[in-house]
Protein backbone atom coordinates (compact mmCIF):
# COMPACT_ATOMS: atom_id res chain seq x y z
CA UNK A 1 0.00 0.00 0.00
CA UNK A 2 1.95 2.81 -1.10
CA UNK A 3 0.68 6.20 -1.58
CA UNK A 4 0.55 7.11 2.05
CA UNK A 5 1.81 10.04 4.37
CA UNK A 6 3.23 9.61 7.95
CA UNK A 7 -0.43 10.79 9.44
CA UNK A 8 -2.10 7.94 7.58
CA UNK A 9 0.71 4.99 8.84
CA UNK A 10 0.60 5.98 12.45
CA UNK A 11 -3.07 6.44 12.92
CA UNK A 12 -4.02 3.59 10.78
CA UNK A 13 -1.41 1.31 13.36
CA UNK A 14 -3.31 2.75 16.66
CA UNK A 15 -6.37 2.82 15.48
CA UNK A 16 -8.59 0.51 17.19
CA UNK A 17 -11.85 1.03 15.93
CA UNK A 18 -14.14 3.23 14.09
CA UNK A 19 -16.84 4.29 16.62
CA UNK A 20 -20.62 4.68 15.20
CA UNK A 21 -20.38 8.37 15.68
CA UNK A 22 -17.33 8.71 12.90
CA UNK A 23 -14.71 8.85 15.37
CA UNK A 24 -11.73 6.78 15.39
CA UNK A 25 -10.51 5.11 19.00
CA UNK A 26 -7.24 5.85 18.99
CA UNK A 27 -4.57 3.43 21.16
CA UNK A 28 -2.51 6.34 22.72
CA UNK A 29 1.11 5.07 23.47
CA UNK A 30 2.80 7.85 25.86
CA UNK A 31 1.09 10.70 28.01
CA UNK A 32 3.00 13.23 29.74
CA UNK A 33 1.40 14.97 32.64
CA UNK A 34 2.15 17.81 34.60
CA UNK A 35 0.99 19.51 38.06
CA UNK A 36 -1.87 21.74 36.23
CA UNK A 37 -4.33 19.80 34.20
CA UNK A 38 -3.64 16.18 36.17
CA UNK A 39 -4.90 16.83 39.28
CA UNK A 40 -8.99 17.00 38.62
CA UNK A 41 -8.04 13.89 36.32
CA UNK A 42 -6.37 11.65 39.14
CA UNK A 43 -9.65 13.15 41.59
CA UNK A 44 -11.73 11.42 38.79
CA UNK A 45 -9.76 8.17 39.44
CA UNK A 46 -10.26 8.09 43.16
CA UNK A 47 -13.68 8.67 42.75
CA UNK A 48 -14.65 5.59 40.69
CA UNK A 49 -11.98 3.54 42.12
CA UNK A 50 -10.09 2.97 39.52
CA UNK A 51 -6.51 2.91 38.92
CA UNK A 52 -4.03 3.52 35.44
CA UNK A 53 -4.17 0.97 32.98
CA UNK A 54 -0.70 1.06 31.81
CA UNK A 55 1.30 3.38 34.28
CA UNK A 56 4.33 2.44 32.55
CA UNK A 57 3.24 4.62 29.72
CA UNK A 58 2.69 8.09 31.67
CA UNK A 59 5.29 10.30 32.87
CA UNK A 60 5.04 13.76 34.92
CA UNK A 61 6.85 16.96 35.89
CA UNK A 62 6.65 19.78 36.88
CA UNK A 63 6.84 22.97 35.12
CA UNK A 64 4.21 26.02 35.24
CA UNK A 65 4.39 26.87 38.82
CA UNK A 66 7.71 25.78 40.03
CA UNK A 67 9.23 29.18 40.76
CA UNK A 68 12.88 29.59 39.00
CA UNK A 69 14.62 31.72 41.32
CA UNK A 70 14.28 30.01 44.76
CA UNK A 71 12.62 26.30 44.60
CA UNK A 72 13.60 25.21 48.17
CA UNK A 73 10.22 23.74 49.81
CA UNK A 74 7.50 24.83 51.09
CA UNK A 75 7.83 27.28 47.68
CA UNK A 76 6.46 30.83 48.89
CA UNK A 77 3.77 30.82 46.62
CA UNK A 78 0.89 28.82 49.12
CA UNK A 79 -0.73 27.52 45.50
CA UNK A 80 2.11 26.58 43.83
CA UNK A 81 3.40 24.57 47.11
CA UNK A 82 0.15 22.61 47.06
CA UNK A 83 -0.25 21.41 43.08
CA UNK A 84 3.02 20.23 43.61
CA UNK A 85 2.23 18.02 47.05
CA UNK A 86 -0.93 17.24 45.37
CA UNK A 87 1.15 15.85 41.87
CA UNK A 88 3.43 14.53 44.41
CA UNK A 89 0.88 12.25 46.09
CA UNK A 90 -0.79 11.06 43.12
CA UNK A 91 2.30 9.77 41.33
CA UNK A 92 3.10 7.83 44.24
CA UNK A 93 -0.61 6.35 44.70
CA UNK A 94 -0.67 5.18 41.13
CA UNK A 95 2.72 4.35 40.16
CA UNK A 96 3.77 7.26 37.79
CA UNK A 97 7.53 7.72 37.15
CA UNK A 98 7.94 11.36 38.19
CA UNK A 99 10.85 13.69 37.36
CA UNK A 100 11.08 15.83 40.59
CA UNK A 101 13.28 18.87 41.32
CA UNK A 102 15.38 15.65 43.61
CA UNK A 103 15.83 13.79 40.81
CA UNK A 104 17.94 16.32 38.41
CA UNK A 105 15.46 15.63 35.52
CA UNK A 106 12.96 17.95 36.26
CA UNK A 107 12.11 20.67 33.51
CA UNK A 108 9.29 21.60 31.11
CA UNK A 109 7.77 18.19 29.75
CA UNK A 110 7.88 19.02 26.19
CA UNK A 111 11.79 19.26 26.50
CA UNK A 112 12.65 16.44 28.97
CA UNK A 113 10.35 14.09 26.89
CA UNK A 114 12.65 14.55 23.82
CA UNK A 115 15.95 14.93 25.77
CA UNK A 116 15.30 11.57 27.78
CA UNK A 117 14.47 9.58 23.99
CA UNK A 118 10.83 8.66 25.38
CA UNK A 119 9.20 10.66 22.59
CA UNK A 120 10.03 8.31 19.64
CA UNK A 121 9.42 8.38 16.08
CA UNK A 122 5.80 6.47 15.07
CA UNK A 123 4.00 6.94 18.75
CA UNK A 124 0.81 8.35 19.21
CA UNK A 125 1.71 11.13 22.19
CA UNK A 126 -0.82 13.41 24.22
CA UNK A 127 -0.83 15.64 27.43
CA UNK A 128 -3.28 18.05 28.79
CA UNK A 129 -0.95 20.84 27.47
CA UNK A 130 -1.79 22.48 23.88
CA UNK A 131 1.94 22.39 22.70
CA UNK A 132 2.33 18.94 22.83
CA UNK A 133 2.69 19.23 19.17
CA UNK A 134 6.13 19.71 19.87
CA UNK A 135 6.99 16.34 19.50
CA UNK A 136 6.12 15.66 16.56
CA UNK A 137 9.44 16.70 15.29
CA UNK A 138 10.44 13.20 15.95
CA UNK A 139 7.78 11.75 13.19
CA UNK A 140 4.88 11.12 15.83
CA UNK A 141 1.33 12.07 16.32
CA UNK A 142 1.28 14.10 19.27
CA UNK A 143 -1.18 16.88 20.17
CA UNK A 144 -2.89 18.47 23.42
CA UNK A 145 -5.88 17.50 25.43
CA UNK A 146 -8.60 18.01 27.96
CA UNK A 147 -8.05 17.34 31.68
CA UNK A 148 -11.61 15.00 31.26
CA UNK A 149 -9.52 13.39 28.27
CA UNK A 150 -6.19 12.84 30.59
CA UNK A 151 -8.66 10.87 32.65
CA UNK A 152 -10.00 8.94 29.67
CA UNK A 153 -6.44 8.26 28.95
CA UNK A 154 -5.01 7.07 32.12
CA UNK A 155 -8.27 4.58 32.80
CA UNK A 156 -8.16 3.28 29.17
CA UNK A 157 -5.14 4.19 27.41
CA UNK A 158 -7.48 5.00 24.15
CA UNK A 159 -9.03 8.40 22.82
CA UNK A 160 -12.07 9.12 20.24
CA UNK A 161 -10.72 11.41 17.54
CA UNK A 162 -12.10 12.46 14.39
CA UNK A 163 -9.60 12.14 11.58
CA UNK A 164 -7.58 14.95 10.17
CA UNK A 165 -6.77 16.34 6.66
CA UNK A 166 -2.89 16.18 6.29
CA UNK A 167 -1.41 19.44 4.77
CA UNK A 168 2.34 18.98 3.79
CA UNK A 169 4.19 22.79 4.55
CA UNK A 170 7.12 22.12 1.97
CA UNK A 171 10.14 24.84 2.70
CA UNK A 172 12.71 25.06 0.35
CA UNK A 173 16.35 26.24 0.24
CA UNK A 174 19.12 27.88 2.55
CA UNK A 175 18.25 30.16 5.56
CA UNK A 176 20.13 33.26 5.16
CA UNK A 177 22.35 34.04 7.37
CA UNK A 178 20.63 35.04 10.76
CA UNK A 179 17.59 33.74 10.45
CA UNK A 180 16.28 30.56 12.69
CA UNK A 181 13.71 27.96 13.38
CA UNK A 182 11.47 30.57 15.28
CA UNK A 183 11.19 32.50 12.01
CA UNK A 184 10.47 30.12 10.01
CA UNK A 185 7.58 28.64 11.90
CA UNK A 186 6.09 32.45 12.47
CA UNK A 187 6.75 32.82 8.67
CA UNK A 188 4.34 29.70 8.22
CA UNK A 189 2.04 31.74 10.62
CA UNK A 190 2.01 34.69 8.98
CA UNK A 191 1.24 33.19 5.24
CA UNK A 192 -1.52 30.41 6.45
CA UNK A 193 -2.94 32.42 9.33
CA UNK A 194 -3.76 31.34 13.17
CA UNK A 195 -6.83 29.61 12.18
CA UNK A 196 -5.37 28.02 8.86
CA UNK A 197 -4.14 24.62 10.26
CA UNK A 198 -7.78 23.99 11.90
CA UNK A 199 -8.87 20.46 10.80
CA UNK A 200 -5.09 19.58 9.28
CA UNK A 201 -2.24 17.59 10.56
CA UNK A 202 0.90 19.63 9.51
CA UNK A 203 3.87 17.80 7.74
CA UNK A 204 6.45 20.49 7.88
CA UNK A 205 9.22 18.79 5.10
CA UNK A 206 11.73 20.38 2.44
CA UNK A 207 14.83 21.05 2.32
CA UNK A 208 15.18 23.82 4.71
CA UNK A 209 13.33 21.37 7.31
CA UNK A 210 15.75 18.46 6.74
CA UNK A 211 18.72 20.35 7.08
CA UNK A 212 17.53 21.76 10.66
CA UNK A 213 18.72 20.21 14.04
CA UNK A 214 16.37 17.84 16.44
CA UNK A 215 15.92 21.15 18.47
CA UNK A 216 15.30 22.91 15.81
CA UNK A 217 12.35 20.78 14.69
CA UNK A 218 11.06 20.79 17.88
CA UNK A 219 10.90 24.52 17.62
CA UNK A 220 9.07 24.47 14.57
CA UNK A 221 6.43 22.05 15.61
CA UNK A 222 5.95 23.44 18.99
CA UNK A 223 4.31 26.27 17.28
CA UNK A 224 1.87 24.32 15.04
CA UNK A 225 -0.73 24.54 17.18
CA UNK A 226 -0.52 28.36 17.05
CA UNK A 227 -1.41 28.08 13.31
CA UNK A 228 -4.76 26.18 14.25
CA UNK A 229 -3.15 22.69 13.47
CA UNK A 230 -3.66 20.50 16.68
CA UNK A 231 -0.94 18.31 14.71
CA UNK A 232 2.40 18.96 13.40
CA UNK A 233 5.08 16.62 12.69
CA UNK A 234 8.67 15.87 10.53
CA UNK A 235 9.53 12.85 8.90
CA UNK A 236 12.06 11.02 11.06
CA UNK A 237 15.61 10.89 9.50
CA UNK A 238 19.51 10.31 10.39
CA UNK A 239 19.16 13.10 12.23
CA UNK A 240 16.56 11.85 14.55
CA UNK A 241 17.82 8.55 15.09
CA UNK A 242 21.16 9.58 15.87
CA UNK A 243 19.47 12.55 18.71
CA UNK A 244 17.83 9.47 19.86
CA UNK A 245 21.38 6.87 20.06
CA UNK A 246 22.16 6.63 23.59
CA UNK A 247 19.07 8.17 25.22
CA UNK A 248 18.27 6.83 28.88
CA UNK A 249 14.72 5.25 27.42
CA UNK A 250 15.37 4.85 23.25
CA UNK A 251 16.32 1.06 22.81
CA UNK A 252 19.76 -0.51 23.15
CA UNK A 253 21.87 -2.14 21.33
CA UNK A 254 20.60 -4.68 18.32
CA UNK A 255 17.21 -3.49 19.82
CA UNK A 256 17.70 0.20 18.56
CA UNK A 257 18.79 -0.93 14.92
CA UNK A 258 15.59 -2.74 14.48
CA UNK A 259 13.87 0.89 15.74
CA UNK A 260 15.58 2.78 12.94
CA UNK A 261 14.29 -0.09 10.29
CA UNK A 262 10.61 0.28 11.76
CA UNK A 263 10.95 4.28 12.25
CA UNK A 264 12.42 4.32 8.99
CA UNK A 265 9.15 2.61 7.03
CA UNK A 266 6.94 5.16 8.75
CA UNK A 267 8.09 8.07 6.84
CA UNK A 268 5.77 9.26 4.33
CA UNK A 269 6.03 7.76 0.33
CA UNK A 270 7.65 9.62 -1.91
CA UNK A 271 4.03 9.73 -3.94
CA UNK A 272 2.37 10.16 -0.68
CA UNK A 273 -1.58 12.07 -1.22
CA UNK A 274 -1.93 15.19 0.50
CA UNK A 275 -4.72 17.17 1.35
CA UNK A 276 -3.45 20.67 0.13
CA UNK A 277 0.24 21.37 -0.44
CA UNK A 278 2.13 24.83 0.09
CA UNK A 279 5.12 25.83 -0.82
CA UNK A 280 7.76 28.54 0.94
CA UNK A 281 10.50 30.10 -0.30
CA UNK A 282 13.12 30.06 2.51
CA UNK A 283 14.88 33.13 1.02
CA UNK A 284 11.83 35.00 1.62
CA UNK A 285 12.32 34.81 5.31
CA UNK A 286 13.74 36.98 7.69
CA UNK A 287 13.77 37.70 11.38
CA UNK A 288 10.41 37.83 12.28
CA UNK A 289 8.63 39.73 15.23
CA UNK A 290 5.31 40.37 16.13
CA UNK A 291 3.63 43.10 16.97
CA UNK A 292 -0.33 41.78 17.99
CA UNK A 293 -1.62 40.18 19.86
CA UNK A 294 -1.72 36.68 18.16
CA UNK A 295 1.36 34.92 16.74
CA UNK A 296 -0.08 35.58 13.16
CA UNK A 297 0.11 39.29 13.49
CA UNK A 298 3.96 39.11 12.77
CA UNK A 299 6.39 40.93 10.05
CA UNK A 300 10.10 41.05 9.61
CA UNK A 301 12.73 42.81 11.23
CA UNK A 302 12.86 45.47 8.34
CA UNK A 303 8.95 46.24 7.47
CA UNK A 304 6.54 48.27 9.09
CA UNK A 305 3.77 47.58 11.04
CA UNK A 306 0.59 47.34 8.79
CA UNK A 307 -1.88 50.16 7.81
CA UNK A 308 -5.34 48.75 9.05
CA UNK A 309 -6.92 49.89 5.88
CA UNK A 310 -4.54 48.12 3.90
CA UNK A 311 -5.58 44.45 5.61
CA UNK A 312 -8.02 41.52 4.61
CA UNK A 313 -11.71 42.89 5.76
CA UNK A 314 -11.55 39.76 8.62
CA UNK A 315 -8.51 41.06 10.25
CA UNK A 316 -9.15 44.35 10.85
CA UNK A 317 -11.48 44.01 13.59
CA UNK A 318 -8.16 42.17 15.55
CA UNK A 319 -5.70 44.81 13.96
CA UNK A 320 -7.75 47.62 15.49
CA UNK A 321 -7.92 45.73 19.15
CA UNK A 322 -4.03 44.95 18.45
CA UNK A 323 -2.88 48.66 18.01
CA UNK A 324 -5.31 49.66 20.68
CA UNK A 325 -3.62 47.22 23.14
CA UNK A 326 -0.39 47.32 22.19
CA UNK A 327 0.27 50.53 21.92
CA UNK A 328 1.55 50.81 18.99
CA UNK A 329 0.92 52.86 15.56
CA UNK A 330 0.31 51.48 12.61
CA UNK A 331 2.49 52.02 9.15
CA UNK A 332 5.56 52.23 12.16
CA UNK A 333 8.66 50.41 12.02
CA UNK A 334 8.89 47.02 14.46
CA UNK A 335 12.73 47.79 14.27
CA UNK A 336 13.26 50.27 17.37
CA UNK A 337 10.16 49.48 19.62
CA UNK A 338 11.31 49.87 23.45
CA UNK A 339 11.17 46.82 25.50
CA UNK A 340 11.21 46.54 29.37
CA UNK A 341 11.61 42.98 29.69
CA UNK A 342 13.32 40.31 27.46
CA UNK A 343 12.81 37.01 28.57
CA UNK A 344 14.95 33.76 26.85
CA UNK A 345 13.19 30.21 27.28
CA UNK A 346 9.91 27.99 27.24
CA UNK A 347 9.44 24.68 26.06
CA UNK A 348 9.69 26.62 22.18
CA UNK A 349 13.37 28.17 23.43
CA UNK A 350 14.83 27.10 26.05
CA UNK A 351 16.83 23.92 24.66
CA UNK A 352 20.79 24.15 24.61
CA UNK A 353 20.87 25.80 21.04
CA UNK A 354 18.42 28.51 21.83
CA UNK A 355 21.11 29.38 24.86
CA UNK A 356 23.80 28.97 22.41
CA UNK A 357 22.52 31.40 19.89
CA UNK A 358 21.66 34.37 22.78
CA UNK A 359 24.70 33.51 24.33
CA UNK A 360 27.03 34.50 20.55
CA UNK A 361 25.12 38.31 20.73
CA UNK A 362 25.49 38.92 24.70
CA UNK A 363 29.52 37.54 24.93
CA UNK A 364 31.68 40.59 25.53
CA UNK A 365 28.32 43.15 26.07
CA UNK A 366 26.06 44.29 28.52
CA UNK A 367 22.09 44.63 28.62
CA UNK A 368 20.62 47.94 28.24
CA UNK A 369 20.10 50.11 31.47
CA UNK A 370 16.74 49.42 32.87
CA UNK A 371 16.42 46.50 30.81
CA UNK A 372 15.62 43.03 33.13
CA UNK A 373 16.76 40.15 31.08
CA UNK A 374 15.63 36.87 32.38
CA UNK A 375 17.51 33.68 31.10
CA UNK A 376 15.83 30.16 31.58
CA UNK A 377 16.60 26.72 30.72
CA UNK A 378 14.35 24.47 29.84
CA UNK A 379 15.71 21.22 31.73
CA UNK A 380 17.56 20.83 34.51
CA UNK A 381 20.08 18.54 31.83
CA UNK A 382 19.86 21.85 29.68
CA UNK A 383 21.23 24.21 32.12
CA UNK A 384 24.08 21.76 33.77
CA UNK A 385 25.26 21.90 29.80
CA UNK A 386 24.83 25.00 29.55
CA UNK A 387 26.81 25.69 33.00
CA UNK A 388 29.34 23.33 31.33
CA UNK A 389 29.57 25.15 28.49
CA UNK A 390 30.25 28.70 30.64
CA UNK A 391 27.24 30.32 28.99
CA UNK A 392 26.00 31.01 32.13
CA UNK A 393 28.77 33.13 33.06
CA UNK A 394 28.14 35.24 29.34
CA UNK A 395 24.85 35.86 30.84
CA UNK A 396 25.70 37.21 34.29
CA UNK A 397 28.65 39.05 32.94
CA UNK A 398 25.75 40.79 30.68
CA UNK A 399 23.62 41.37 33.32
CA UNK A 400 21.20 38.92 32.67
CA UNK A 401 19.41 37.14 35.61
CA UNK A 402 20.55 32.92 34.98
CA UNK A 403 17.74 30.79 36.22
CA UNK A 404 16.23 27.09 37.29
CA UNK A 405 14.36 25.18 34.79
CA UNK A 406 10.57 25.90 34.46
CA UNK A 407 8.13 27.55 32.00
CA UNK A 408 8.94 30.77 33.77
CA UNK A 409 7.05 34.12 32.31
CA UNK A 410 6.06 32.09 29.30
CA UNK A 411 2.78 32.18 30.86
CA UNK A 412 3.51 33.26 34.35
CA UNK A 413 1.58 30.89 36.37
CA UNK A 414 4.84 31.38 38.63
CA UNK A 415 6.65 34.59 40.38
CA UNK A 416 8.07 35.85 36.85
CA UNK A 417 5.42 38.28 35.72
CA UNK A 418 5.35 41.44 33.44
CA UNK A 419 4.57 44.39 35.42
CA UNK A 420 1.73 46.95 34.31
CA UNK A 421 1.88 47.79 30.73
CA UNK A 422 5.36 46.43 30.46
CA UNK A 423 6.49 45.58 27.33
CA UNK A 424 8.46 42.14 26.58
CA UNK A 425 10.95 41.04 24.10
CA UNK A 426 9.99 36.90 24.56
CA UNK A 427 11.12 33.59 23.33
CA UNK A 428 7.81 31.96 23.88
CA UNK A 429 4.81 30.85 21.57
CA UNK A 430 2.27 33.16 22.19
CA UNK A 431 1.63 36.80 22.39
CA UNK A 432 -2.17 36.85 23.98
CA UNK A 433 -3.25 39.80 26.01
CA UNK A 434 -2.35 39.01 29.52
CA UNK A 435 -0.75 35.98 28.93
CA UNK A 436 2.97 36.93 30.57
CA UNK A 437 1.18 37.62 33.84
CA UNK A 438 0.21 41.36 33.53
CA UNK A 439 -3.39 42.02 32.73
CA UNK A 440 -2.17 44.79 30.35
CA UNK A 441 1.62 43.69 29.88
CA UNK A 442 2.53 43.04 26.05
CA UNK A 443 4.38 40.36 24.47
CA UNK A 444 6.44 40.62 21.37
CA UNK A 445 7.57 37.21 20.20
CA UNK A 446 11.12 36.86 18.26
CA UNK A 447 13.96 34.03 17.84
CA UNK A 448 16.49 33.94 20.97
CA UNK A 449 18.89 35.93 19.33
CA UNK A 450 17.05 38.25 18.66
CA UNK A 451 15.44 38.58 21.89
CA UNK A 452 19.55 38.79 23.09
CA UNK A 453 19.76 41.91 20.29
CA UNK A 454 17.05 43.43 21.85
CA UNK A 455 18.24 42.92 25.65
CA UNK A 456 21.55 44.76 24.58
CA UNK A 457 19.98 47.92 22.71
CA UNK A 458 17.06 47.77 25.08
CA UNK A 459 14.54 48.19 22.10
CA UNK A 460 13.62 45.26 19.18
CA UNK A 461 16.82 45.33 17.16
CA UNK A 462 18.25 43.05 13.93
CA UNK A 463 20.43 40.30 15.74
CA UNK A 464 22.52 39.98 12.60
CA UNK A 465 23.93 43.28 13.35
CA UNK A 466 25.37 41.62 16.64
CA UNK A 467 26.66 38.69 14.39
CA UNK A 468 30.48 38.66 13.17
Known amino acids: MSKRTLYDK ?62 SRPFKDKQAELMLS ?143 ARIGYINPDDTTFEYLRGREYAPKGEAFERAVEYWKSIASDKDAEYDDIVNIDANDIEPMVTWGITPGQVIGINENMPLINDLPEEDIKSAKEAYAYMKLEEGSPIKGVPVDVVFIGACTNGKLSDLKAAAEILDGKKVSKNIRLLVVPGSMKVKAEAEAEGLDRIFKAAGAEWREAGCSMCLAMNPDKLEGDQISASTSNRNFIGRQGSPSGRTLLLGPAMAAAAAVKGSIADAREFLA
Open 86 to 228: TLEKNVKDFDVTFFSPSSGKQGVVHIIGPEMGLTQPGMTIVCGDSHTCTHGAFGSLAFGIGTSEVQMVMETQTLAMKPFKVRQVNVKGPLKKGVCAKDIILKIIQLLGVKGGLGYAYEFTGTTIENLSMEDRLTICNMSIEAG
Open 10 to 71: VWAKHKVATLPTGHDQLFIGLQYVHEVTSPPAFAGLREKGTKISYPERTFATVDHVIPTDDT
